[in-house]
C-alpha cells in the first residue's frame, strides 16, 4: 500500500489505478483509504484538475471492483490532445468569479469514459444480427441468474422468456418453462396465460417434431406463421401447401392427431381472409391458392367427438392416475418407475402444470390434478416439485460438467435444470468472455 | 473580523439558522427560546408584516397569511398577502430577512454571508430563485448546498473511518430528497440523489383533507384553523392514534387504515423515488449499512415503513433530525472557510441535472430538430469536465448557436435553457461538414463554463453561466409555435405507437450512458419511420423499440 504522499507530477502521469494506488488498487478498503488521503491533499476547489484526475482513476478502480476485473487492466478515459493553447477571443461575460482556467490544458485528464456492460454489449450485438438463438440464451442465463440473487419473486423474468418463446421456439424450450413453474422462487403474478401460451404452443411443435408422420418442415413453418406483415404469411402458407407428401392426409393427421397445430394453420387463414374481405393486400396467384387450400378446414368443424374425446382422455388420466397410485403402493419395489407409470404422470403433471399456469381450475380433473400429484409424490417419497421435475428421462443428480458451456451446448435443458449457481456463474464468465 | 460561519436551512414548515464555531455546528435560537422558525408570513392588525412563530400563530386562529411557497419557488406565481402581492423569492426574502436579523442578535455581530440548503433535486429556475432572495435580503450565498448532502455531513463528520454506504431519505414540509452516500475515512461522497419537489408532508396532510372531506361529502375547509386542526389529527393518527375531525356539521373520525388508503398514491411516488436513487447509486436492497430520516415528516411511520421495505435495512430516524440540515449546512460553512477543526473532512457532490446542447438529429435522410444531447451526465462527481464533438448541419455553414439545456428529457423543450454562445467563425467548406468540439466544466459550486473549440482552425470562444440569472431570449414564442404544430394528424397519434414513445422518451430520462444511448438511437430511428409514415417500417422499427424497451425495463429492474 502507498504509504507515501504522491507528489503532484507523480498523481498527473499516472495513467491507471495500479499506477497511483500501487496495492491498494485492489482491495476495496485500502483502496478508499489512499483516495481519500490524496483527496483531502488536492482537493477539489483548491486544485480541481489533479482532483479530476485522481477521481478518474479513483472511479476507475471502484467499477473494475464492481466487476470482479482486476483494476490493474483498467485504465482511465483519455482524450486526444487539442493542438495549440490560443487566445480567448476575449473576456468571459460578466462572471462573478473568474473561471477557472485549468481546463485548457492537456485534456487527457479528463474523466473516463464510463464503461460498457458487456452483456448490454451482447443483448446489442445478438439484437441486431438477429442471432436470436444467442439472445435467447443470453436471456435465460441473464433471467435464471436474476432469480437466484433478487429477494422478490420473479414471474416477470419469466413472462419476459415466455413471450420470447411464443414467438421464436424450439422443443427444448418446453422443459424450461415447466421448470421455470416449479422452481422454488417462481411465482405467479397473473402472468399466467402468456406461459400458457407458450407453454402450449411449445408442446404443440414438440408433438409434432416428434410425429413421424408430420413432415420435418412443417414446425418451422408454423414458426414463420406468426412473423411478417400478411403477405408473408400468405407466403408461407404456399410453402406449407408445397411441403412434399399428400397434403390432404397431412390435414386428416393433423386434424385427428394435432388439432392444435391445425388451428394455429386455420387461425392465420382467417385473418387472412379477414383483411381480404377489406382491403387487398399484395397477394399473388400462389398466395391466393395456398389460402384457399387452407381454408377448407375452417369449413370442417372441429368434431363435437373429438372435444368429447378429449374430456374423456383427461378424466380417464385422472382416473388412472388413482388408480395407479393406489397400486404403485404395493408395486413400487416391483415395477419402479415404468414407462407406463412415468407416462401417466407425465400427463398428469402436464395437468396439473397448466392448471396452476391458468391459476384456476375449470373442470373437476384440474382440480384433483394436485392432490393426486401430492399423493404420488408421497407414495414414492418425494415431494411434487422434484416430481416435476423428473419429467425427462435423464437423471439430475450427480451432474457436475467440467466444461459448463460445451455441456450448456450439448443439452441445455438438463443444464438448466440443475439450476446449480455456481455451474451458472462459470457458465455466464464463458459466455461474456467469448469475442 | 470575518463573518461568522452561518448555515440556514430553508425549508417549506420551518427555517433554521446555525453558526459554526470553537468546532461544533449548534442552532440559534430566537426570542421565544425556539430554534425552528416557521416559514410563515402574516400581516398583525395594524397590517404589519410578522414573520415566523407570530404568522403561525395568526394563520392557525384563521387570519390570512402565506405559508407554503417553497414550491412555487423559480416559478411566476403570484402570492397574495393582504394588499401585498409577492412573489415567491421575495416572500423567502422575508424569512431570510428574519433570519439574518435574528443571527445577528444572537451572535452581536453582522452576518453578510452564509451557506443556504435547497433540495437536492431543485432545478436551475429554482436555485436562481433561492439566490435572488439571498439577494434581497442582503445576504451572499457562499454555497447552495443540497438538502440531504447537509444532513449527510452533520450525520458523516460524527462518524468512524470504517466505509458505511447511508442512506438519507429527507422529508420536509413540501420536498422529498434521498441521497445515497458513501462515508469513509472522512470523505463524505455523494453516489445518488433525486427527489420530488412537490412531495412533503404538507402533501399528506392535503390527502387526508381531501379524503376526509370525501367522505364526509362536503367542500374541504380551506382557512388556516382547519388546516391546523388536519395537521394536529395526521400526527396524531400516524402515531396509531385515532382522531376525529370536524368538517362543517360532520364529525369524521380518522384512523390509519384510512389515512393509509388516501395516502396511497404519495407512498407510491415516494417509493418510486427511492427505487431511482437506488438505481443511480448501484446499490440494492440490503446493500445499505444505515438508513437516516431526517425532515420534519421523517416521524411519519408510513415513511419509515417505505424506506425499510425498499432499502433492506429499518429506516432509523436521525438524532435532532430537525436540525440536522441547518447544522450541516454550518459545517459547511466551516468548511469552505477551510476551518482547522475539518481540516480532515471532505465532501464532494454530483451534479443533479444532466447537462447538454440542443442539436440536430439525422437519421436516413431524415432530420429531428431539438434534441437534447447531453455532455455532462447526471450523476457525475463534481467538479466535472467533458466535452463532445458536432458537426455542422449544412456544408459551408459558417456560424453555430451552442445552446445549453439542463434536464433529462429528450427534447429541449422540456428542459430548462441556461444560456447561449453563438460562433461565426467556422471556416466555410462547400465539401465537407466542419466539426466543433463542445467542452461543459462545472466546478463545485455552480459555475458552468463552456468552451468550444473549431476543431480545423482551433480557435476557441468561451461562455462562462454562473447559474445565478442570465436573461433568457424569449424563445417561449417558438416553443409554443412547434407545440401547436406538433397538433396535426399523423400515424404518431395511433395509440400503441404514442404510448411506447412516450414510455421510451421516461426511459431515456432515466437511463444514462451507453443504455441511454442505445435506447436514444432507437427512439429516433423509430421517429425517423413514424416522419416517413410508412405502415411497414414503423411496425418493423416498432417491434425493435419494443423489445429494447422491455430489455431495459428489466435492466432498471422494476415497474416503472
Known amino acids: 500500500m502507498t504509504t507515501d504522499l504522491v507528489d503532484r507530477q507523480q498523481l498527473m502521469d499516472s495513467r491507471t489505478p495500479a499506477h497511483l494506488f500501487g496495492d491498494a488498487a485492489h482491495d476495496p478498503r485500502s483502496l478508499r483509504r489512499a483516495y481519500a488521503r490524496l483527496a483531502k491533499v488536492y482537493r477539489p476547489d483548491d486544485d480541481p484538475e489533479a482532483f479530476q484526475h485522481l477521481r478518474g482513476l479513483f472511479e476507475a478502480a471502484k467499477e473494475a471492483h464492481r466487476r470482479g476485473e482486476a483494476p490493474a487492466a483498467v485504465e482511465a478515459g483519455t482524450t486526444p490532445a487539442p493542438r495549440q493553447e490560443p487566445d480567448p477571443t476575449g473576456p468571459p461575460e460578466a462572471a462573478r468569479r473568474r473561471p477557472p482556467t485549468w481546463n485548457k490544458q492537456d485534456p487527457a485528464h479528463a474523466t473516463p469514459k464510463p464503461a460498457h456492460d458487456p452483456l448490454i454489449d451482447r443483448l446489442i450485438a445478438a439484437q441486431q444480427s438477429d442471432d436470436w438463438h444467442t439472445q435467447l440464451r443470453l436471456l435465460h442465463l441473464h433471467a435464471l441468474r436474476l432469480m437466484e440473487e433478487r429477494p422478490r419473486p420473479t414471474a416477470w423474468m419469466a413472462v419476459r422468456i415466455a413471450r420470447h418463446l411464443a414467438h421464436h421456439l424450439e422443443p427444448v424450450d418446453l422443459e424450461l418453462l415447466q421448470m421455470l413453474l416449479v422452481h422454488p422462487r417462481f411465482d405467479d403474478a397473473g402472468q399466467g396465460e402468456h406461459l400458457e401460451h407458450a407453454l402450449r404452443r411449445a408442446s404443440w411443435l414438440k408433438a409434432a417434431a416428434a410425429d413421424p408422420r408430420v413432415p420435418d418442415a412443417l414446425p418451422t413453418e408454423l414458426l414463420a406463421l406468426q412473423e411478417g406483415g400478411l403477405p408473408e404469411r400468405a407466403r408461407t402458407l404456399a410453402r406449407i401447401r408445397d411441403i412434399p407428401g399428400d397434403l390432404t392426409a397431412l390435414l386428416d393427421h393433423l386434424e385427428w392427431n394435432h388439432p392444435d397445430l391445425l388451428s394455429w394453420i386455420t387461425q392465420a387463414c382467417r385473418e387472412i381472409e379477414e383483411v381480404l374481405e377489406g382491403d387487398v393486400p399484395a397477394l399473388s396467384v400462389d398466395d391466393h391458392k395456398a389460402l384457399r387450400i387452407f381454408a377448407r378446414p375452417l369449413h370442417l368443424p372441429l368434431g363435437r367427438n373429438q372435444r368429447v374425446l378429449r374430456h374423456v382422455f383427461e378424466w380417464g388420466t385422472g382416473l388412472m392416475c388413482g388408480v395407479t397410485v393406489a397400486a404403485m403402493g404395493r408395486l413400487r419395489s416391483v415395477v419402479g418407475t415404468t414407462l407406463i407409470v412415468r407416462w401417466i404422470l407425465h400427463g398428469m403433471v402436464n395437468i396439473y402444470l397448466k392448471g396452476r399456469a391458468r391459476g384456476r381450475t375449470t373442470s373437476p380433473v384440474w382440480s384433483d390434478a394436485p392432490r393426486v400429484l401430492a399423493q404420488a409424490a408421497r407414495r414414492l417419497g418425494t415431494t411434487p416439485s422434484c416430481l416435476a421435475r423428473q419429467l425427462a428421462p435423464e437423471p439430475l443428480d450427480g451432474w457436475t460438467p467440467d466444461d459448463p458451456l460445451v455441456a450448456f451446448q450439448q443439452d441445455p435443458a438438463s443444464f438448466l435444470r440443475c439450476l446449480d449457481t455456481p455451474l451458472y456463474d462459470r457458465l455466464d464468465a464463458q459466455l461474456l468472455e467469448r469475442p | ?560
Not at chain 2, 423569492?89 to 436579523?101: G, I, N, T, W, Y
Not at chain 2, 429528450?410 to 430548462?416: G, K, L, Q, S, Y
Open chain 2, 1 to 560: 473580523m470575518t463573518s461568522p460561519l452561518v448555515g440556514i436551512d430553508l425549508g417549506t414548515t420551518n427555517s433554521l439558522v446555525c453558526v459554526y464555531e470553537e468546532g461544533t455546528a449548534r442552532p440559534l435560537t430566537d426570542d421565544l427560546g425556539h430554534t425552528m422558525i416557521p416559514s410563515a408570513l402574516a400581516l398583525d392588525d395594524e397590517g404589519h408584516l410578522t414573520v415566523g412563530a407570530i404568522a403561525r400563530e395568526r394563520m392557525a386562529a384563521g387570519l390570512p397569511g402565506l405559508a407554503r411557497f417553497k414550491p412555487f419557488m423559480g416559478t411566476d406565481r403570484t402570492l397574495s398577502l393582504g394588499d401585498h402581492r409577492l412573489r415567491p423569492e421575495e416572500a423567502s426574502a422575508l424569512v431570510l430577512r428574519e433570519l439574518k436579523a435574528m443571527a445577528e442578535r444572537r451572535l452581536g455581530t453582522t452576518v453578510s454571508e452564509a451557506v443556504v440548503t435547497v433540495p437536492a433535486w431543485f432545478g436551475e429556475p429554482q436555485r436562481r430563485a433561492t439566490l435572488d432572495a439571498a439577494v434581497l435580503a442582503g445576504l451572499q450565498v457562499t454555497q447552495l448546498l443540497n438538502e440531504p448532502t447537509a444532513a449527510a455531513i452533520a450525520y458523516g463528520v460524527e462518524q468512524g473511518d470504517d466505509p458505511q454506504v447511508v442512506g438519507v431519505i429527507d422529508l420536509g414540509g413540501g420536498t422529498f430528497d434521498i441521497t445515497i452516500l458513501e462515508l469513509f475515512d472522512g470523505v463524505v461522497e455523494v453516489m445518488g440523489s433525486t427527489g420530488d419537489t412537490h412531495l412533503g408532508g404538507e402533501d399528506f396532510t392535503d390527502a387526508l383533507i381531501r379524503g376526509a372531506a370525501e367522505q364526509a361529502r362536503v367542500q374541504a375547509p380551506t382557512d388556516g384553523a382547519f388546516r391546523a386542526a388536519a395537521e394536529h389529527a395526521k400526527r396524531r393518527v400516524c402515531s396509531g392514534g385515532e382522531a376525529t375531525l370536524q368538517l362543517g356539521a360532520t364529525t369524521v373520525t380518522l384512523d390509519e387504515a384510512r389515512l393509509r388508503a388516501w395516502c396511497a398514491p404519495l407512498v407510491a411516488r415516494l417509493e418510486r423515488c427511492i427505487r431511482e436513487a437506488m438505481f443511480q447509486a448501484k446499490v440494492r436492497a440490503g446493500g445499505f449499512d444505515r438508513v437516516l430520516l431526517v425532515g420534519g415528516a421523517a416521524r411519519m411511520p408510513l415513511l419509515g415503513e417505505v424506506a425499510s421495505r425498499l432499502c433492506g435495512r429499518d429506516a432509523e430516524l436521525a438524532g435532532d433530525l430537525d436540525h440536522v440540515v441547518g447544522r450541516g449546512a454550518a459545517l459547511q460553512a466551516g468548511l469552505h472557510a477551510r476551518h482547522w477543526a475539518l481540516s480532515e473532512v471532505l465532501v464532494t457532490d454530483v451534479l443533479t441535472h444532466t447537462l447538454g446542447t440542443s442539436t440536430t438529429r439525422s437519421h436516413g435522410g431524415m432530420e429531428l430538430y431539438d434534441r437534447f444531447s447531453p455532455i455532462l451526465s447526471r450523476g457525475t462527481t463534481l467538479p466535472a469536465t467533458a466535452r463532445q464533438r458536432y458537426w455542422t448541419l449544412r456544408k459551408g455553414q459558417t456560424f453555430m448557436d451552442i445552446e445549453v439545456y439542463e434536464g433529462e428529457a429528450r427534447h429541449v423543450r422540456d428542459n430548462t435553457r441556461l444560456g447561449q454562445i453563438t460562433i461565426d467563425d467556422i471556416p466555410e467548406n462547400q465539401d465537407d461538414h466542419e466539426a466543433v468540439w463542445v467542452r461543459f466544466t462545472h466546478d463545485v459550486s455552480g459555475l458552468l463554463v463552456v468552451d468550444v473549440e473549431v476543431e480545423s482552425t482551433g480557435k476557441t470562444h468561451e461562455l462562462a453561466i454562473e447559474r445565478t440569472g442570465r436573461s433568457l431570449r424569449p424563445s417561449d414564442l417558438e416553443a409554443a409555435r412547434r407545440r401547436l404544430a406538433a397538433l396535426r394528424i399523423h400515424p404518431r397519434e395511433l395509440l400503441p405507437n404514442k404510448f411506447l414513445w412516450e414510455r421510451a422518451n421516461r426511459l431515456v430520462t432515466l437511463t444514462s450512458g451507453p443504455l441511454r444511448e442505445h435506447l436514444d438511437h432507437q427512439l429516433t430511428a423509430f421517429e425517423a419511420a413514424m416522419e416517413t409514415g410508412d405502415a411497414d417500417s414503423i411496425d418493423q422499427v416498432r417491434r425493435l423499440l419494443q423489445r429494447t424497451v422491455t430489455q431495459v425495463q428489466d435492466e432498471l429492474g422494476m415497474e416503472l
